[in-house]
């Protein structure tokens, strides 16, 4: 068998799209959408990154400042950036790229975004809403593979997920997203002992601790589907400088039905969910029912 790809550039396309319209709507009541992007630091994945997702903003006419703070710029200076954000009524969603600095404490920097400008959804009132079944701002790389299933009529109910990776931005939203859905879930993290036995009983394998090609065709049940949150830059062997994702793509096509590539994948994704919380932000300020 070889699986079928997901492409995420052709899905995202077509969801921004679909928002062009609700922009206008906006626009025709004086409100253009606006996400501040704040980096600390010279991080080049993230640079790439932050550059990506104003990109994306400006291409669906919402606007997009950055913020570039030094790498030594303090946290009480962070948090003083933040509150002016919070109280601009320009700006409807606040992103803080990660990761800050190692003397910067992202918890207390992402508690100081005000909830209702959260376009990452990691403020804790959001994660207890998710929890709890509501969801305001679901994390946008989660969100954006909820849609990708959405997309293939892949239904979770009864299906068995498998999320290796059980961190805050990815693997634990992941996973309150697809119980809400009805799927059976398993997180493995860096501990779990044999990792292949777990992966190998996943309908729907999501993939997601930064460690190139970690699973491969051998650890996946034939007809799973697999999504690959991972990019990493390869830094040895014959395709250094190439982007890899956390799945060996090519022992995973052939055992699965349906596959994520890197790059081409949840990326894009992430991004079209990050315009899509921040016109939802900007429509709950401007008194819309927000789709
Ligand atoms: N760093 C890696 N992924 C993300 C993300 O989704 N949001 C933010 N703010 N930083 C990240």
């Not at 919070?86 to 404490?105: E, K, S």
């Not at 679901?138 to 009864?158: H, K, Q, S, W």
């Not at 290796?164 to 990815?170: E, K, P, Q």
């Amino acid at each position: 068998m070889t699986a079928r790809i997901l492409d995420g550039n052709a899905l995202g396309r077509e969801l921004r799209s679909r928002m062009r319209g609700r922009v206008e709507v906006l626009a025709a009541r004086g409100v253009t959408p606006g996400l501040a992007v704040i980096l600390v630091g010279e991080n080049p994945a993230s640079k790439v990154y932050v550059r990506n997702k104003g990109r994306a903003c400006e291409e669906l006419g919402m606007h997009a400042p950055l913020i570039n703070l030094t790498g030594s710029t303090s946290e009480a200076d962070l948090l003083a950036e933040i509150a002016k954000l919070n109280d601009d009524p320009a700006i409807h969603g606040i992103l803080v790229q990660l990761p800050l600095p190692a003397h910067i404490a992202s918890k207390k920097v992402l508690e100081a975004i005000a909830p209702h400008k959260d376009a990452d959804g990691f403020h804790p009132i959001n994660v207890g809403l998710l929890a709890s079944g509501t969801p305001r701002f679901a994390p946008c790389t989660p969100a954006g593979v909820m849609e990708m299933l959405a997309a293939e009529n892949i239904n979770p109910r009864g299906k068995h997920a498998v999320i290796v990776g059980a961190s805050n931005i990815v693997g634990k939203p992941m996973a309150m997203l697809l119980l809400q859905k009805g799927a059976t879930i398993t997180i493995c993290n860096s501990k779990t002992p044999d990792l292949g036995a777990m992966t190998r009983q996943a309908d729907i394998l999501v993939v997601a601790v930064g460690r190139p090609k970690m699973v491969t065709g051998d650890m996946v049940k034939p007809g799973a589907v697999v999504i690959d949150v991972g990019i990493n830059r390869l830094v040895e062997g014959p395709n250094a400088g190439k982007l890899a994702g956390d799945v060996d793509f090519d022992t995973a096509k052939d055992v699965a039905s349906l596959i994520t590539p890197v790059p081409g994948g949840v990326g894009p994704m992430t991004i079209t969910m990050l315009l899509e919380n921040t016109l939802r932000a900007a429509e709950l300020t401007a008194g819309l029912n927000a789709v």
